[in-house]
């Protein structure tokens, strides 16, 4: 960033676009920031003059004696289906720790455009804490997504054209083509199709229908979402070229008749997968309104899959940096369980810090305030004082620290202050975390960028001070089931777990197989409650978590147990975002995204 002075932007009276286009003017070239960060021009991959990628194998290669800076995590209590801020927390805490003087950094996920062009918005940040330049992060950034997409897609093609050959020709013409025959069931297709969208109508699909030897097999299938296909956990969790190409040929595709898994090894895939990916397996390069570097890779979501940004930019940004902030999806009962459980189990990385954004918005609907929908003005409940209403919702804020609390690590609440927000609200807020033991910090990042954050800039530098004690919730060890109720019991809140018979069925061959008992539980459960019902709000009591499926993911190394009604295809609601974005055709410049 030159100098420019962010301050004299006014986000009550601009959208977060129109700040994000007018801080762009002021750019310095991403190739200037990565050299300022540490980075060698050789391991700098431009794209474009405000965008790049980072090699990281060269870079990890080169720095891998090089000490470790604090590892610092932002949650959040349960969202309003608006969300809470926790991106733009991130933003604001990354400004905060530059103004104070310290090497930071920040990671977060791609978005979807999904939730893009749908209710949820770009998830930049907003106000005087974004990450840009905007237009390229909200709209395909440099084709990960697509990558992902098209890599799981192809596993879908080498399938279903092998079926079809198999189905059509001889023994003695698979063989001729060196072919084994994989006698696969169409009834026991895992996979399904993927695209970046949500579209309902898509669930469930018949496909083939036209004729057999030209058309395929006609049979059941669907699309899921492409932030929720096993691919893009792998994106999130690998290590290295290596463990991308074994995770890639160990996804299950199918089953043959036998019941034998059919992997993408089995169809001769994987390798191709791979080359498809090898680029996406880079971090991608941004900055934030104040110049900070952000790397931006992985996308996956956190109710239905791991909910963290890429293992690989953590380890990129944490040899450079003094300070690297990473955000996990969602409240800490499931972004944060994940980060905890499965990035850190994964990566090796140990936290010094984890930041829980709270909102007085959140805290009066989990109070009992009336609902809040996308798309329709809040209630007053919610634009006028009411601390009553928020101290009746802190025992969800309460719930939360305690979750952290239970990895060892020092909590520090942000609360993420909207200019609407009145004092006394803020006092109820900040004396009922500190009565729980944790640091407390009001934020106005949003409204003032860095300047506003440097409060909980400071709690978090004390915090990443104080020695921790970290450890996991369960030992890899633990059965399936014990798992699963450790984390309902002890995260949720749950009084215990139920399951669907075919769900308990799977979970007895699950904790019977040698190769599933060092697979990680990635749970699935909505995220607008600490229980599978998004109507319970608060903290619920006296309820029970219904398991109606087990899902695996050998690829990614996941047993992913689905609680409630939860789908890997979201729908479009009645007035998404895409209704307000358009582009200026005078300048060619993007309009409206959020």
Excluded at 320 to 344: M, Q, R
Excluded at 360 to 367: D, Q, V
Excluded at 406 to 413: D, E, Q, T, Y
Excluded at 548 to 556: E, F, Q, S, V
Aim: aromatic share 6%; glycine share 8%; proline share 5%.
């Amino acid at each position: 960033m030159t100098n420019f002075n962010i301050s004299a932007l006014d986000p009550t009276k601009m959208a977060s676009w129109q700040i994000a286009e007018e801080a762009e003017k002021h750019l310095r070239p991403t190739s200037e920031m990565a050299e300022a960060w540490g980075i060698l021009p050789e391991e700098f991959l431009p794209h474009g003059r405000y965008l790049g990628k980072i090699d990281f194998i060269s870079l990890l290669k080169r720095l891998s004696g090089q000490h470790n800076g604090n590892y610092i995590d932002v949650t959040a209590i349960t969202p309003t289906p608006l969300g809470e801020g926790k991106s733009t927390t991130t933003m604001g805490l990354v400004q905060g720790l530059g103004k104070r003087g310290k090497k930071a950094s920040g990671a977060i996920r791609q978005p979807s455009s999904g939730p893009t062009f749908n209710v949820k918005g770009s998830a930049a940040g907003g106000g005087l804490a974004q990450c840009i330049p905007l237009v390229p992060f909200s709209l395909g950034l440099t084709g990960d997504i697509d990558r992902v997409t098209n890599a799981h897609n192809l596993a879908m093609v080498a399938l279903q054209a092998r079926m079809q050959h198999e189905l059509i020709n001889t023994d003695e013409f698979l063989s001729k083509r060196q072919l084994k025959r994989l006698n696969i069931n169409p009834r026991r297709v895992e996979m399904r199709w993927a695209m970046d969208f949500c579209a309902q109508s898509l669930r469930e699909i018949i496909m083939g229908l036209g004729n057999t030897d030209l058309d395929g097999i006609t049979m059941s299938s669907g699309f899921a979402i492409s932030v929720s296909s096993e691919v893009m956990a792998i994106l999130a969790v690998f290590k290295d070229l290596a463990d991308i190409r074994a995770r890639l040929s160990r996804i299950v595709v199918a089953y043959d008749r036998q019941g034998n898994p059919v992997t993408t090894r089995d169809l001769e895939v994987d390798g191709a997968m791979t080359a498809i990916m090898v680029q996406a397996a880079n971090p991608n390069l941004l900055q934030t309104l104040e110049g900070q570097p952000v790397l931006v890779h992985a996308g996956p979501f956190a109710n239905i899959a791991v909910g963290q940004s890429s293992i690989v930019a953590d380890r990129v940004a944490l040899k450079l940096s003094d300070y690297h902030v990473t955000e996990s999806g969602f409240g800490a009962d499931i972004g944060f369980e994940k980060f905890w459980n499965i990035k850190c189990r994964l990566s090796g990385l140990t936290p010094n810090c984890a930041v829980v954004v709270a909102t007085a918005r959140a805290l009066k609907m989990h109070g009992g305030g009336p609902n809040v929908t996308p798309g329709r003005a809040l209630d007053e409940a919610y634009t006028q004082p009411n601390p009553a209403l928020v101290e009746r919702g802190c025992h969800n804020l309460l719930a939360h620290l305690e979750t952290v609390k239970k990895a060892g690590i020092s909590p520090v609440v942000c609360i993420n202050k909207f200019y609407t927000d009145s004092e006394d609200e803020v006092r109820v807020i900040r004396h009922a975390a500190e009565e729980a033991g944790a640091r407390v910090a009001v934020s106005d990042h949003w409204l003032k960028g860095s300047e506003g954050a440097l409060e909980l800039t400071d709690a978090v530098i004390d915090a990443c001070h104080e020695p921790g004690h970290f450890e996991f919730l369960y030992h890899l060890d633990t059965p399936l089931r014990t798992r699963i109720e450790t984390i309902a019991r002890d995260v949720y809140g749950a009084a215990g777990v139920s399951y669907t018979t075919e769900a308990k069925a799977k979970a007895e061959r699950l904790e019977k197989d040698p190769e599933a008992a060092n697979m990680l539980t990635c749970m699935v459960k909505t995220h607008l409650s600490l229980s599978h019902d998004p109507n319970l709000k608060g903290r619920p009591q006296d309820w029970v978590l219904p398991i109606r499926d087990i899902l695996t993911y050998k690829g990614a190394g996941f047993v992913v147990p689905v609680a409630g009604d939860i789908k890997l295809m979201p729908g479009t609601s009645s007035d998404p975002a895409f209704r307000r974005i358009d582009v200026d055709v005078e300048t060619g410049k993007v309009q409206g995204l959020f």
